[in-house]
């Protein structure tokens, strides 16, 4: 007993600590001003930001996220976004732990590896789409824990799915993996596959009566309706299907696939997950549906590998990996093993981490030590200026946030907004013009700019370096991390 409480206080210790890492998402910026905005009354519904596609009206629903990210930076700064992130993950740690039925030691093991790959996710620190995967391991463990403690256990759902539907636009799984729950539900009814003796199909509802099934139907209604209880209504759902129709592979890194070891490793645990299935003459029929939805998501786009790693671990504990006799000792001994590194970790590594986020958690820390590098020292010549700014596209959250009375051109919002004009993304617009594509400089003058915020040594840094006269923009500003140029008349 006393190894085990042990074993458990270390590994939510070494959690906190892995997760208390510095803030360096692209779109804090924008997330943190959308936070201001909802705290003064208003929601982040009107284009504010941006002077291309200034009535776009996009549907988002991330009020809650963004709330929440202003009053932590507000009270705490950045190390307060990084105490935020690293309770949370603790949190969904300790609440995988005590839910799951896997032994502990192969429990904590998954754990850390599924986060040593996803860590392309997780290391941007304090993000919305954590949220949504907070969210989705909640509501299948809660499928789950319905065969043991009852059906009660689904009136959650309705609150749950509210929340999510007003924190991340990832809330589309939870009415997807609830559909999909009672169509396996219906299909083991009517096929009469539970009295199959070869494979016993595990059926997590236990009230087959009709009643009961009319019951879960009503429910499942009820928190589907939910979902549309947010400021856009159904034009939440219309921002996902415009996400589903923008090749975000071929624009946005996070959406591209992931490596190959990544992508393999994926597909052995699926593959092992079938063989245990038939191993243990269980056929688990809403988890292998799941994790076919999941893997493929994970397999097209980098950002939905945590989604795939935990909702393995969930459905893993129903199967049995080893026997009886093997999983005690296992247990056993690979907890005082992993007991010794948690102990070594946190004596020699842990001080470390904690030092480095404490330290790279300034703004000027900010500014400097992300792989973006932002133009702290160049905004001082735009701040408090009415003007249009064409700027870098990963500058763009930082800027909104930064130059509140300047319009941008991009932002990490945009990539799936739609250009009427054009039906082309406004990424790929930007991308244009950042490239020095024919009618570039013709697309500018349109919009009417101001100024050019980029980096130095880019396509249109370079052609107007070589042709300054023939574009009239004239440069007033070039350090190591950006270039500004004004439009002259």
């Given at each position: 007993?006393?190894?085990?409480?042990?074993?458990?206080?270390?590994?939510?210790?070494?959690?906190?600590?892995?997760?208390?890492i510095p803030q360096t998402d692209?779109?804090?910026?924008?997330?943190?001003?959308?936070?201001?905005?909802?705290?003064?009354?208003?929601?982040?519904?009107?284009?504010?930001?941006?002077?291309?596609?200034?009535?776009?009206?996009?549907?988002?629903?991330?009020?809650?996220?963004?709330?929440?990210?202003?009053?932590?930076?507000?009270?705490?700064?950045?190390?307060?976004?990084?105490?935020?992130?690293?309770?949370?993950?603790?949190?969904?740690?300790?609440?995988?732990?005590?839910?799951?039925?896997?032994?502990?030691?192969?429990?904590?093991?998954?754990?850390?590896?599924?986060?040593?790959?996803?860590?392309?996710?997780?290391?941007?620190?304090?993000?919305?789409?954590?949220?949504?995967?907070?969210?989705?391991?909640?509501?299948?463990?809660?499928?789950?824990?319905?065969?043991?403690?009852?059906?009660?256990?689904?009136?959650?759902?309705?609150?749950?799915?509210?929340?999510?539907?007003?924190?991340?636009?990832?809330?589309?799984?939870g009415p997807l993996f609830l559909?999909?729950?009672?169509?396996?539900?219906?299909?083991?009814?009517?096929?009469?596959?539970?009295?199959?003796?070869?494979?016993?199909?595990?059926?997590?509802?236990?009230?087959?009566?009709?009643?009961?099934?009319?019951?879960?139907?009503?429910?499942?209604?009820?928190?589907?309706?939910?979902?549309?209880?947010?400021?856009?209504?159904?034009?939440?759902?219309?921002?996902?299907?415009?996400?589903?129709?923008?090749?975000?592979?071929?624009?946005?890194?996070?959406?591209?696939?992931?490596?190959?070891?990544?992508?393999?490793?994926?597909?052995?645990?699926?593959?092992?997950?079938?063989?245990?299935?038939?191993?243990?003459?269980?056929?688990?029929?809403?988890?292998?549906?799941?994790?076919?939805?999941?893997?493929?998501?994970?397999?097209?786009?980098?950002?939905?590998?945590?989604?795939?790693?935990?909702?393995?671990?969930?459905?893993?504990?129903?199967?049995?990996?080893?026997?009886?006799?093997?999983?005690?000792?296992?247990?056993?001994?690979?907890?005082?093993?992993?007991?010794?590194?948690?102990?070594?970790?946190?004596?020699?590594?842990?001080?470390?981490?904690?030092?480095?986020?404490?330290?790279?958690?300034?703004?000027?820390?900010?500014?400097?030590?992300?792989?973006?590098?932002?133009?702290?020292?160049?905004?001082?010549?735009?701040?408090?200026?009415?003007?249009?700014?064409?700027?870098?596209?990963?500058?763009?959250?930082?800027?909104?946030?930064?130059?509140?009375?300047?319009?941008?051109?991009?932002?990490?919002?945009?990539?799936?907004?739609?250009?009427?004009?054009?039906?082309?993304?406004?990424?790929?617009?930007?991308?244009?013009?950042?490239?020095?594509?024919?009618?570039?400089?013709?697309?500018?003058?349109?919009?009417?700019?101001?100024?050019?915020?980029?980096?130095?040594?880019?396509?249109?840094?370079?052609?107007?370096?070589?042709?300054?006269?023939?574009?009239?923009?004239?440069?007033?500003?070039?350090?190591?991390?950006?270039?500004?140029y004004e439009k002259g008349l």
């Amino acid at each position: 007993m006393r190894q085990s409480r042990l074993f458990l206080v270390l590994f939510l210790l070494t959690v906190a600590v892995i997760f208390f890492i510095p803030q360096t998402d692209v779109d804090f910026g924008w997330h943190y001003k959308c936070g201001q905005l909802l705290l003064a009354g208003n929601l982040c519904i009107d284009n504010n930001f941006t002077y291309y596609l200034p009535d776009y009206k996009w549907a988002y629903p991330s009020f809650l996220f963004d709330g929440l990210l202003y009053l932590t930076f507000n009270l705490g700064g950045f190390v307060g976004t990084s105490v935020v992130y690293s309770i949370l993950m603790t949190s969904f740690a300790f609440f995988l732990y005590k839910s799951t039925k896997l032994n502990k030691f192969v429990f904590v093991t998954l754990f850390l590896l599924s986060t040593f790959f996803s860590w392309n996710v997780f290391g941007f620190g304090f993000r919305a789409q954590i949220i949504t995967l907070v969210f989705i391991v909640l509501f299948l463990a809660l499928i789950k824990s319905v065969r043991f403690l009852g059906y009660k256990m689904l009136l959650i759902t309705p609150i749950l799915f509210l929340i999510w539907a007003n924190t991340h636009a990832g809330f589309f799984l939870g009415p997807l993996f609830l559909i999909l729950f009672v169509t396996c539900e219906l299909v083991t009814l009517l096929f009469g596959l539970v009295k199959n003796q070869d494979l016993k199909v595990i059926s997590y509802y236990k009230d087959k009566t009709l009643k009961g099934y009319v019951w879960l139907l009503l429910l499942t209604l009820v928190s589907i309706l939910a979902t549309f209880l947010n400021p856009f209504g159904y034009r939440v759902y219309t921002e996902i299907i415009h996400h589903g129709q923008t090749p975000l592979n071929m624009l946005i890194a996070e959406w591209t696939s992931p490596k190959p070891l990544v992508m393999l490793v994926m597909i052995i645990l699926y593959l092992f997950f079938l063989f245990l299935q038939f191993s243990n003459k269980k056929l688990l029929l809403f988890g292998s549906a799941v994790l076919t939805i999941t893997l493929y998501l994970a397999l097209t786009a980098n950002r939905n590998v945590p989604v795939f790693f935990f909702s393995y671990i969930v459905f893993l504990g129903g199967l049995k990996i080893f026997p009886s006799i093997t999983d005690k000792a296992i247990s056993l001994y690979g907890q005082k093993f992993l007991i010794i590194l948690f102990i070594i970790f946190m004596l020699f590594i842990a001080p470390f981490i904690v030092a480095n986020t404490v330290k790279n958690s300034t703004y000027n820390s900010y500014c400097t030590n992300s792989d973006v590098q932002y133009p702290c020292k160049a905004i001082a010549l735009l701040e408090g200026k009415n003007v249009s700014v064409y700027n870098r596209y990963e500058w763009g959250g930082f800027l909104i946030w930064k130059l509140p009375t300047a319009k941008l051109f991009v932002d990490g919002r945009m990539p799936a907004w739609i250009d009427p004009e054009n039906g082309k993304s406004p990424y790929a617009v930007w991308l244009d013009i950042y490239q020095t594509k024919p009618g570039w400089d013709e697309k500018l003058d349109n919009l009417k700019t101001d100024f050019l915020f980029i980096s130095p040594y880019t396509y249109i840094d370079l052609e107007l370096t070589e042709n300054p006269e023939k574009y009239r923009y004239k440069e007033v500003y070039r350090d190591d991390i950006s270039v500004i140029y004004e439009k002259g008349l």
